[in-house]
């Protein structure tokens, strides 16, 4: 085995399974600026964890691209065994971490791929080659991407656009080109949610979804992009925290022996890593102790326990369910050795560029080109595009009404981004509605452009619009105030929309929400008025 990690003779039975754990950690540097404490550990605690404990991984969110330089090497420092260090970057290292590039959501190059198969594998394979470079060059080393799931649920809360698409094949061969990109590094790539979140209704962050399909239609449909996956030799496949009664009906996947083991590993013949989705995700948290269902993922197949709620607890649990003879050290071993080929393949990837020329290997003309090409390739409109302005004359107010989920945690929009600055060029006022927004009384006449930032997302619990933003499309609709209309994120929302659109109104549609999205939308909109 490589030089820097240690002959498994001379680990613990702690030590072994602490390496099997990967805990959450904030980007951020500092303390203060921890964004969720339930699940991200101050640094001393985080400290003890990686230096005295040993746990083997951490997977990073928040801060900046160059901030995440630092911390990847702080973190590493901390442990005697390099480290895992993963983040989810489905859309690019700068989904996640400002300042490197963020691509549109995988459903977008899905869209391209019904029109021009060739073309979107190419653009999958730019993106994986792109996300695993500037992924390198600030320290992470596993992509939690790509997402295999097949979306053939519109009203999926959870997974939605970050699926390539409804399509097996179409999902099979987008995955593929993405592996094959993110491949000419030495970053592990993974699979998920095996073994198919596509068709769901339920956000598993929040309760255990059904997954109540035949062994045929699994076998059809949910199956076969992890199938190619694994040909392609993507390095780890992620479960999912769901039901699936056809194979097991006491157990959610993640959790059970016949989907892990009996069909993943010995059926499909997956050698690389089984990595177990967020164990403190309500489908899980919520019907299983903290202690007790790591020990289950590891009955189950698992050889990394993502996020427990309890590291130190979970170690404790595992290495006691050894004792009583629940599990071997075998079984404990076997999962250490695949934990070492991943490390042994990705450590010396790690710090190859110095750390003051990472920002050379980030956000690169190239990086932007692709994203446009695939935005402009993915998006659409109709109406009456462009808008006609007539900035001369005495107009009523024009008013730039922007829908989000949640305004204090919209990384997207700022002052300066183009859905807000451009607007304002032409005498629009802005307002903002979110979820937590009272009604919004319609009494004075003003010409509206609403802009919609609607997608299915982790923890919202709906794949669509909240009441509010519904009735209020219905009252501009009714007052004929709706002038524009442009829809960031779901197609499934425009889909929604366009039956009760008057034909002449313009609308654009983006599968991206980032600045890059914003300025493409408006700058089609607003054609004849720059």
Same mark, same amino acid.
């Given at each position: 085995m490589a030089e820097f990690l240690?002959?498994?003779?001379d680990l613990s039975l702690e030590?072994? @399974?602490?390496?099997?754990?990967? @805990?959450?950690?904030?980007?951020?540097?500092?303390?203060?600026?921890i964004r969720y404490p339930a699940w991200e550990a101050p640094n001393a605690t985080l400290r003890h964890w990686l230096e005295d404990v040993g746990v083997g991984g951490v997977i990073l969110l928040g801060g900046s691209a160059g901030e995440l330089s630092v911390r990847s090497q702080q973190l590493q420092g901390y442990a005697k065994v390099p480290l895992l260090v993963a983040a989810d970057i489905e859309e690019g290292v700068g989904q996640r971490f400002s300042g490197a590039?963020?691509?549109?959501?995988?459903?977008?190059?899905?869209?391209?791929?019904?029109?021009?198969?060739?073309?979107?594998?190419?653009?999958?394979?730019?993106?994986g080659a792109i996300t695993a470079s500037e992924a390198l060059a600030i320290g992470i080393n596993w992509v939690l991407a790509p997402v295999v799931d097949v979306n053939n649920n519109p009203n999926n809360p959870v997974i939605n656009v970050r699926a390539f698409g409804e399509n097996p094949h179409i999902v099979s061969q987008l995955a593929t080109a993405f592996i094959r990109g993110a491949h000419q590094y030495p970053v592990l790539t993974s699979a998920k949610h095996f073994p198919g979140h596509g068709d769901t209704v339920t956000d598993s962050h929040l309760d255990l979804p059904v997954l109540d399909h035949s062994a045929f239609?699994?076998?059809e449909i949910e199956l076969p992009p992890f199938a190619a996956a694994i040909a392609a030799g993507v390095d780890t496949v992620m479960s999912a925290h769901l039901l699936i009664p056809t194979w097991d009906a006491e157990r959610p996947a993640t959790l059970s022996p016949p989907i892990l083991t009996d069909l993943l590993r010995e059926q499909m013949q997956f050698q690389g890593l089984i990595v177990t989705d967020a164990l403190v995700m309500g489908a899980i948290a919520n019907r299983y102790g903290a202690n007790e269902a790591p020990v289950m993922a590891v009955e189950a197949g698992a050889d990394i326990l993502l996020m427990p709620a309890d590291p130190v607890g979970a170690i404790q649990a595992v290495c006691a369910a050894v004792t009583s003879g629940r599990l071997t050290k075998k079984r404990i071993r076997a999962s250490v050795e695949r934990i070492w080929q991943a490390k042994a393949k990705v450590t010396p990837g790690l710090n190859a560029t110095e750390p003051t020329s990472y920002v050379d290997h980030l956000a690169q003309p190239a990086a932007f080109s692709t994203v446009t090409n695939i935005l402009e390739a993915s998006g659409c409109y109709g109406g009456n595009v462009p808008l006609s302005l007539d900035l001369e004359s005495d107009t009523p107010p024009r008013r730039n009404l922007i829908v989000v989920d949640d305004a204090l945690d919209?990384?997207?929009? &700022?002052?300066?981004?183009?859905? @807000?600055?451009?607007?304002?060029?032409?005498?629009?006022?802005?307002?903002?509605?979110?979820?937590?927004?009272?009604?919004?009384?319609?009494?004075?006449?003003?010409?509206?452009?609403?802009?919609?930032?609607?997608r299915g997302n982790p923890f919202r619990g709906s794949a669509g619009?909240?009441?509010?933003?519904?009735?209020?499309?219905?009252?501009?609709?009714?007052?004929?105030e709706l002038q524009a209309l442009i829809v960031y994120g779901s197609p499934y929302i425009l889909e929604q929309f366009l039956s009760n659109l008057p &034909?002449?109104?313009?609308?654009?549609? &983006?599968?991206?929400?980032?600045?890059?999205?914003?300025?493409?939308?408006?700058?089609?909109?607003f054609k004849n008025s720059f």
């Open positions: 240690p002959d498994l003779d030590e072994m @399974v602490a390496q099997m754990l990967v @805990v959450r950690a904030s980007g951020f540097l500092f303390d203060h600026e590039t963020w691509f549109p959501p995988p459903m977008a190059i899905g869209e391209i791929a019904c029109q021009n198969l060739l073309q979107a594998q190419d653009y999958a394979e730019q993106m239609h699994l076998a919209c990384r997207f929009l &700022s002052p300066h981004t183009p859905a @807000v600055a451009l607007p304002r060029q032409f005498g629009y006022t802005l307002q903002v509605v979110d979820r937590n927004t009272p009604a919004l009384a319609i009494a004075d006449v003003q010409a509206t452009l609403l802009q919609l930032f609607i619009l909240s009441l509010i933003p519904q009735t209020l499309l219905k009252k501009l609709l009714e007052t004929g &034909s002449t109104t313009p609308y654009i549609y &983006s599968y991206g929400q980032m600045p890059e999205a914003q300025a493409r939308a408006l700058k089609v909109l």
